[in-house]
């Protein structure tokens, strides 16, 4: 066990366990570090240090007044440069809400133009309007992308309201 990083240690925890910690990073850059558990080397990623300053409640996104999102698409959203997000923030604090779905599903909402992660920002059923709070980091464009997959190839409006933002 080992981390030629210091701000980055590994500990013996129970037999055949370990745990590995991360400094805090005082620095607005990231930064990358290794730590090599029982051979196998992992990387680990942290960003900048990041302040959080709320705004208003804002509807950021409502495609009510436009298409709804198919079934395995992804749309892009702005999100920077309106209702007081400014240009560099790094992430914004949602409530999202999946409104009129054809069939069940979920949502997926990431920074814009990256790997689409594993989790649900959001799971709803036929017919029922269901919402849920996030942290979305955004893209270094300030969009974010949201994916929704719609069983039996339908479709669900989303709405975005933002309360705060990382920066």
Request: aromatic share 4%; net charge positive; hydrophobic share 45%.
């Given at each position: 066990m080992s981390s030629p990083t210091a701000w980055l240690t590994v500990?013996?925890?129970?037999?055949?366990?370990?745990?590995w910690t991360a400094q805090p990073n005082p620095s607005s850059t990231p930064r990358v570090g290794t730590v090599t558990i029982a051979g196998q080397t992992f990387t680990?990623?942290?960003?900048?240090?990041t302040d959080f300053?709320?705004?208003?409640?804002?509807?950021?996104a409502d495609t009510r007044t436009g298409s709804p999102i198919l079934s395995g698409t992804i749309r892009s959203l702005p999100i920077a440069g309106?209702?007081?997000?400014?240009?560099?923030?790094?992430?914004?604090?949602?409530?999202?809400?999946?409104v009129d779905p054809t069939s069940q599903g979920y949502m997926t909402l990431f920074?814009?133009?990256?790997?689409?992660?594993?989790a649900t920002t959001i799971s709803f059923q036929s017919g029922v309007t269901r919402?849920?709070?996030?942290?979305?980091s955004l893209a270094p464009n300030g969009t974010m992308d949201a994916f929704g997959l719609v069983s039996n190839g339908g479709t669900?409006?989303?709405i975005v309201d933002v309360n705060g933002y990382f920066q």
């Open positions: 500990s013996a925890a129970a037999p055949g366990k370990a745990t680990v990623y942290q960003g900048g240090a300053y709320t705004v208003a409640p804002c509807r950021v309106l209702c007081g997000i400014p240009v560099g923030a790094k992430a914004v604090s949602v409530n999202i809400t999946a920074a814009g133009g990256t790997g689409q992660p594993a919402s849920n709070n996030a942290l979305i669900v409006h989303l």
